[in-house]
Nanobody, 126 residues
Framework: QVQLVESGGGSVQSGGSLKLSCVASGDSQNKYCMGWFRQVPGKEREAVAFIDSDGSAVYVDSVKGRFTISQDNAKNTMYLQMNNVRPEDTAIYYC????????????????????WGQGTQVTVSS
């Protein structure tokens, strides 16, 4: 089992920056793809960015060039640096982990993703 705890959400003005963190604990034997989904009330959860254990990153088009995903393996922590944020980035951001490769996880239906954090709210005002 993997436990995921997010932090770093909050309110920011359009064009600003925010950094989310996700601390993972539990299974240290397997190599997971870790990443972020987000959800706006009334809409489906959508993929944002993912990083494999070897550091390879995958981004959806809407955040490419603005968001950067990274990880510190010594701290079992993954980060999402969000720059030049837009009002449409407003959502609850969920940290996820799965044994799929990230190239697969980015198109995996949320219901099939194994491990989820509790979510952290990001609000971008115009």
């Amino acid at each position: 089992q993997v436990q995921l705890v997010e932090s770093g959400g909050g309110s920011v003005q359009s064009g600003g920056s925010l950094k989310l963190s996700c601390v993972a604990s539990g299974d240290s034997q397997n190599k997971y793809c870790m990443g972020w989904f987000r959800q706006v009330p009334g809409k489906e959860r959508e993929a944002v960015a993912f990083i494999d254990s070897d550091g390879s990153a995958v981004y959806v088009d809407s955040v490419k060039g603005r968001f950067t995903i990274s990880q510190d393996n010594a701290k079992n922590t993954m980060y999402l640096q969000m720059n030049n944020v837009r009002p449409e980035d407003t959502a609850i951001y969920y940290c996820v982990a799965d044994l799929f490769r990230c190239s697969i996880l980015v198109t995996t239906p949320p219901a099939n993703v194994d491990h989820w954090g509790q979510g952290t709210q990001v609000t971008v005002s115009s």
